[in-house]
């Protein structure tokens, strides 16, 4: 689940650094600017990402296998059990597709709360500082809304019985240390 809202709001400050210099612009204009720069970003990123294969067609943010089953994938590879890993990838990737269209309204709100204070941190503040702003104004609120739409979605798909059942072929085998329960989509 982290790594769906992390993920989401590295693409939303990707999509609205394109926005362009604001020198010469009052603290009021660069405000504006920057705000509807990150709004438009927002709503752009929850087109890209809240489609078929938002995720799954985009290596930099495709969520993929857990851990502990990319160490067992290529040997069941070889023995015929690929397909396998493969639906649990784009069972996993379109849970978060799923989940992402709840995002807009935490997003454009945490947009049009900013103040000019929270403008000039971002400006100045180095790469990381929009994302700052997002994880300190939305980061919850997102959570809060991913995780049932996830939770209804990992559930129809049955994604929590398929990652159980690699998990226990592969402890079967040694390969892996037992795990009691699907570890969830948080960890990612």
């Given amino acids: 689940m982290h790594r769906i809202v992390m993920v989401f709001v590295g693409l939303v400050i990707s999509l609205a650094a394109h926005a362009g210099a604001l020198d010469g612009f009052t603290d009021g204009q660069a405000t504006q600017a920057l705000k509807t720069a990150l709004e438009q970003g927002s709503i752009k990123a929850v087109a890209q990402l809240g489609k078929p ?5 985009n290596p930099q943010i495709r969520i993929p296998l857990p851990e502990n089953l990319k160490r067992v994938e ?7 059990q ?8 784009i069972a996993m990737n379109r849970a978060a597709e799923a989940s992402v269209p709840e995002a807009k309204t935490l997003l454009v709100n945490a947009v049009k709360k900013m103040s000019v204070q929270d403008a000039k941190t971002i400006l100045t503040g180095g790469d990381e500082s929009a994302t700052n702003y997002f994880r300190q104004n939305s980061q919850d609120a997102l959570r809060l809304k991913f995780l049932p739409i996830v939770t209804r979605y990992t559930q129809k798909l049955g ?9 226990g072929q592969a402890a ?3 390969l892996i240390k037992a795990r009691r329960q699907y570890p969830g989509l948080r960890h990612q």
């Avoid at 294969?53 to 067609?57: H, M, P, Q």
């Avoid at 290529?74 to 015929?80: D, P, Q």
């Fill in 53 to 57: 294969n938002g995720f799954l067609d």
């Fill in 74 to 80: 290529s040997m069941a590879r070889m023995v015929g």
């Fill in 82 to 89: 690929g397909d396998k890993f493969d639906e649990l990838v």
């Fill in 159 to 167: 994604l929590a019985q398929q990652y159980n059942s690699l998990a």
């Fill in 172 to 174: 079967g085998f040694g």
